[in-house]
């Protein structure tokens, strides 16, 4: 599923693929229905047009830190963040169309051993503890 309200260039275009639509003003209503979203979903495929600032080179969104945590793939656009965080099993970076197409064909190989490692890389790159003691050590030099 894709959140986002389309033109219907590219309704037509998601739906001919084989994806459904979702009105996202629900789906972001309240906490307890966008946790549902993600738990439904079988992943997130993110991408970016234009160019990253300086401050986003190594960015990792929070929406792509909540499907991970929910065991839930993600591929996303190359910004630089496997200098913290490892892709390849669970998280996929991706420059291409290409790219991003074998990464989701990688995902839909192993399935269930993406969603594991998504789930582990959540805790062992985004959790609480880990992220303030980054933050503190950063701002304490």
Do not use: K
Request: proline share 5%; charged share 20%; with cysteine.
């Amino acid at each position: 599923m894709a959140m986002l309200p389309p033109d219907e260039a590219v309704r037509h275009t998601v739906e001919e693929a084989g994806w459904g639509l979702v009105d996202p003003r629900p789906v972001s209503a309240d906490m307890a229905a966008y946790r549902d979203f993600i738990a439904g979903s079988r992943g997130r495929v993110h991408g970016r047009q234009g160019h990253l600032c300086p401050a986003e080179q190594r960015l990792v969104s929070d929406r792509a830190v909540c499907y991970l945590a929910a065991g839930r793939p993600v591929v996303t656009m190359r910004t630089g963040f496997t200098s913290y965080c490892p892709a390849g099993h669970g998280l996929f970076d991706y420059a291409s169309r290409n790219e991003a197409l074998a990464a989701i064909d990688a995902i839909a190989a192993d399935y269930a051993g993406h969603s594991r490692a998504a789930r582990e890389l959540a805790g062992d790159c985004f959790a609480g503890e880990r992220v303030i003691a980054q933050l503190l050590a950063e701002t304490s030099l």
